[in-house]
Structure formats: structure tokens, C-alpha cells
């Protein structure tokens, strides 16, 4: 039995072709033709995957993902009309994992998908130097900020804080070269496994999103931090 994607998309000729391709390419697949129908059918009979028409009447793409991100971690690509930063950041930081614009080929989305995944198959795998089990990242009066690779956790205190798998394996490679710089582009091909044809930018909004989560004063971060120029650093302590 193949892997399961759901495909949110109001245009029911997109949503046959992108069936058709992505069945071809192994997958099952369901349709939902609403934001409104692709959470509802998430929370009955969760897929391994979505893609989410951002365009979408009544609830739109970007509602869609917040919601969904409420009860899961599932892997979402993004697709949209509009190729504006302010439209790609925007699903970005809505909780999608990646973005497609249209039009698109479907080659690029099915290429998004296996490079989801691989992520969802290995782990933290790829890592050269994974960090060993319950690191202690940040300490302070709000508990110990505690990544466990090996079970795919993260605490702060006695809190588990729940991060999707893009948030969790980017954690995952700053700390295993804690104290070092990793810029953008490193961060893109060990992440997100397309770096010659993706963006910068997903990255800078996954570290902001990542931050909401695990730092303190998201403001003024000390875990991750920026070295202007250069990329980020999760620092010592």
C-alpha cells in the first residue's frame, strides 16, 4: 500500500492531473476541493502528505495549514498562483514545509515530494556528527530546552514542544554543528535536499517560525542566532 497524499485544490482540473501524475509516481491519493473539506478530512483519515492551492474559495490555503497544523506534523507543500515574497513567506509561515508557484511542472512537485520523503524516511540521518541523545541546548528559569534525535522530541522543561519535521531536522542540523556558522545555502541542501533550485528564503522562515517555538523572547533569540552576512549559529551554553 503506497504512501498517501492529500490534495487540496478547487479546480477540479488541476486536481486530475495531479492525481493522475502523482498515482503514477506510486502514491495514493485524496482530493479535497475546500480548505474547509482538507482539514476535516485530515482530522478523519490522516495522508503522509498535502499539497494546499493557497486560492482557494471560502477558508484559503494559508487558514487551511494553520488549522491542520493544530493537530498534526504532517509534511505540506504549498502551491500558489502568486510568485511575491510576501506570498511565498506568507504560506511559509502559515506551517507549509515547501512552495511550488504556479505554473508549475509537475516534475518539480513530485521532486519536492520525494525530497520530503527521504526526510521522512531517514531521520536525522544525513547528519555527519548527530548530536547523541537528550542534549541540553539552552538552560534558563523556563527549564531546560532538551532535543532528543534518536526520539525525535524536544522539551523545554517538562513541556514538549511540538515541531513540525522541516523545524525539527533544521534544529537538528544546527546542533550537530552547535557553535559553528551554517550559512543559508548549507542549510537549504542539508534541510530541504533541492538547494540548485530552491530559496533562500524558505530558510530564513522556518528559523523564525522555529524560534516562535523554542526561544524564550522569539526578539531576542539566544539560541539560534544570526550572524549577519553568514547565515545562523546555534550557540553554546
Known amino acids: 500500500m503506497g504512501e498517501r497524499i492529500l490534495v487540496v485544490e478547487d479546480d477540479d482540473r488541476i486536481r486530475a492531473m495531479l492525481r493522475l501524475a502523482l498515482e503514477d509516481e506510486g502514491y495514493e491519493i485524496d482530493e479535497a476541493p475546500s480548505g474547509e473539506a482538507g ?69 518539480e512537485i513530485t521532486a519536492r515530494l520525494r525530497a520530503l520523503r527521504r526526510r521522512v524516511k531517514r531521520g536525522v540521518e544525513p547528519m555527519d556528527e548527530p548530536p547523541s541523545d537528550e542534549v541540553v541546548l539552552d538552560s534558563g528559569p523556563e527549564g531546560d530546552l532538551v532535543l532528543s534525535a534518536a526520539s525525535g522530541t524536544v522539551r523545554r522543561g517538562a513541556d514538549e ?51 516562535t517555538k523554542i526561544e524564550p523572547d522569539p526578539s531576542d533569540p539566544r539560541v539560534i542566532v544570526t550572524v549577519r552576512g553568514l547565515g545562523y549559529r546555534l550557540d553554546r551554553r
Do not use: N
Not at 43 to 59: C, E, F, H, K, W
Not at 175 to 204: N, P
Open 39 to 107: 482539514v476535516e478530512t485530515m482530522r478523519s483519515t490522516p495522508a503522509d502528505y498535502m499539497i494546499v492551492d493557497v486560492m482557494l474559495g471560502g477558508m484559503d490555503g494559508y487558514e487551511c495549514i494553520r488549522q491542520v497544523r493544530r493537530f498534526s506534523a504532517v509534511p505540506i507543500v504549498v502551491v500558489s498562483a502568486r510568485s511575491d515574497t510576501h506570498d511565498v513567506v506568507a504560506g511559509l509561515e502559515a506551517g507549509a514545509d515547501d512552495y511550488v508557484t504556479k505554473p508549475f511542472q509537475i516534475k
Open 161 to 211: 514542544i511540538h515541531l513540525t519535521l522541516t523545524e525539527f531536522r533544521l534544529l537538528c542540523e544546527l546542533a550537530a554543528e552547535r557553535g559553528r556558522i551554517l550559512s543559508r545555502s548549507a542549510l537549504l541542501d542539508k534541510v530541504w535536499d533541492h538547494g540548485f533550485h530552491g530559496d533562500e528564503r524558505i530558510v530564513d522562515v522556518h528559523v523564525r517560525r522555529l524560534r
